[in-house]
């Protein structure tokens, strides 16, 4: 039994209808780059379809407009079940921005009918636009303003729906890395591949590699430094165990403070561990933008 001319808030014809190759184009891709939208590929023959179908078209009506769906005879129109491979019916395809995004065959439960449209709704915001994308812009700037909390909470928020999301496991690791949860940490940026490759995943890595390798404490190189400020081996040592605490600010002084002096010791050991505090600090960070611009500064002058 079809719902269509039932109504629930939004008109449901505007939700639902019977489309065909001839509409394809208009009802689905073009449709489908302002929002979701579900084709659903069945026929009159077709028993499991009978129980599909409905529960389709509850499920579309119950998110209130976020979603429509186009039904498809594939009798009278078999172009486009062709061209996408439909080999059994039921067959559902959901688009978003003209293309095919996800999917399923046979008759499901309502249940993961729902959790399909769910799925598909949190995955795509007002006119087509990403929530995963908004969620990540909005962490990083809670981020910037110091709001750990609310940033973790936005970077969990789409690592549960998209599980391999590396804008969202770089971001979650920095939270916990700025909460002084190394460990943490470590196992959030552990859930990216080996050779995943962005500002936020490999900052935690050389983070983390900084905080392994950092001596223990500082006093011995706070003494030896009173005595003898030139101590440049006392100073990198010094500025190891300042990052490895998390202080990339410190760290970064303590080392122009050896290139300003000498920025050939130790074959440049002090702009190598540099760029190593700015890769861990974040390329867009205030530590990374003023010390790249205070280096320029010391090596050009």
């Known amino acids: 039994m079809s719902l269509i001319g039932e109504t629930q808030g939004v008109a449901p014809g505007d939700l639902i209808k019977e489309g065909s190759d001839a509409s394809f184009a208009k009802d689905v891709v073009e449709a489908s780059r302002?929002?979701?939208v579900i084709?659903?590929?069945?026929?009159?023959?077709?028993?499991?379809?009978?129980?599909?179908?409905?529960?389709?078209?509850?499920?579309?009506?119950?998110?209130?407009g976020k979603v429509k769906l186009v039904k498809i005879d594939i009798d009278r129109n078999p172009a486009y079940a062709g061209q996408l491979r439909v080999q059994s019916i039921p067959t559902v395809y959901a688009f978003v921005d003209g293309r095919p995004v996800d999917?399923?065959?046979?008759?499901?439960?309502?249940?993961?009918?729902?959790?399909?449209?769910?799925?598909?709704?949190?995955?795509?915001?007002?006119?087509?636009?990403s929530q995963a994308d908004e969620l990540i812009a909005m962490a990083k700037e809670s981020l910037e303003l110091g709001d750990i909390g609310g940033a973790a909470q936005a970077y969990a928020q789409v690592l549960q729906t998209e599980p391999?999301?590396?804008?969202?496991?770089?971001?979650?690791?920095?939270?916990?890395?700025a909460g002084g949860d190394a460990a943490r940490a470590a196992e959030i940026v552990a859930l990216a591949p080996a050779d995943a490759k962005t500002p936020d995943i490999e900052g935690v890595r050389a983070a983390l590699a900084l905080a392994k390798s950092a001596p223990a404490q500082t006093t011995e190189f706070e003494q030896r430094l009173a005595r003898d400020p030139a101590d440049h081996e006392a100073r990198l040592e010094y500025a190891k165990a300042l990052a490895g605490r998390g202080d990339f600010q410190g760290a970064a002084d303590q080392l122009l403070m050896i290139i300003e002096a000498d920025r050939e010791w130790n074959d440049q050991a002090a702009r190598?561990?540099?760029?190593?505090?700015?890769?861990?600090?974040?390329p867009a960070s205030d530590v990374a933008k003023q010390g790249r611009r205070r280096l320029s500064s010391i090596l050009f002058s």
């Open 34 to 36: 302002d929002q979701p």
């Open 39 to 64: 084709v659903d590929f069945w026929a009159t023959w077709c028993g499991p379809c009978k129980t599909l179908g409905p529960s389709l078209e509850r499920a579309v009506l119950a998110a209130k």
């Open 103 to 129: 999917g399923f065959m046979g008759a499901v439960p309502d249940s993961q009918v729902k959790a399909f449209i769910d799925r598909l709704v949190a995955a795509a915001g007002p006119g087509g636009a």
């Open 164 to 177: 391999d999301n590396l804008a969202a496991i770089g971001g979650l690791a920095r939270c916990y890395l």
């Open 272 to 282: 190598k561990q540099l760029l190593t505090v700015f890769e861990a600090a974040g």
